[in-house]
Nanobody, 122 residues
Framework: QVQLVESGGGLVQAGGSLRLSCAASGRTFNKYAMGWFRQAPGKEREFVAAITRTGEGKYYADSVKGRFTFSRDNAKNTVYLQMNSLKPEDTAVYYC???????????????WGQGTQVTVSS
C-alpha cells in the first residue's frame, strides 16, 4: 500500500499560479509512474499530466500544456505540479496517483491521494 498526501490547493485569481505537492510514503516510490488528474463537479475525472519513474518522460493534456509543469524528487518521495497562467476552467479537485505503467488512463493507477481543491476566480 502507498499513501499519497496532497497539499497546495487554494483560491487564486485568473492568471495566477499555484504549486501542488504530493508526498508518498514508503521506500519504493521510484518504482511508480505518477499522474495528476482533476475532477470538477458533475464531470468525469480527467487526465492532467503523467511522469515516468525516473522523471525524464512527461506527458501533458492539451488543455494544460505550456502552463503546467510536472516534476518529481525521488529522494524526497514527492511530486509537484507547478500551475501557471491559471484559468477558471482549471477549477477542480486535483488528485495525484501512483501506478506501475506510464499512462494517461486513470484505471492504470493503483493509489490515489485525497485530492486538493483548486479554485480560479475570473
Amino acid at each position: 500500500q502507498v499513501q499519497l498526501v496532497e497539499s497546495g490547493g487554494g483560491l487564486v485569481q485568473a492568471g495566477g499560479s499555484l504549486r501542488l505537492s504530493c508526498a508518498a510514503s514508503g521506500r519504493t516510490f521510484n518504482k511508480y509512474a505518477m499522474g495528476w488528474f482533476r475532477q470538477a463537479p458533475g464531470k468525469e475525472r480527467e487526465f492532467v499530466a503523467a511522469i515516468t519513474r525516473t522523471g525524464e518522460g512527461k506527458y501533458y493534456a492539451d488543455s494544460v500544456k505550456g502552463r503546467f509543469t510536472f516534476s518529481r524528487d525521488n529522494a524526497k518521495n514527492t511530486v509537484y505540479l507547478q500551475m501557471n497562467s491559471l484559468k477558471p476552467e482549471d477549477t477542480a479537485v486535483y488528485y495525484c496517483a501512483a501506478g506501475l505503467p506510464y499512462s494517461t488512463a486513470s484505471t492504470s493507477y493503483d493509489y490515489w491521494g485525497q485530492g486538493t481543491q483548486v479554485t480560479v476566480s475570473s
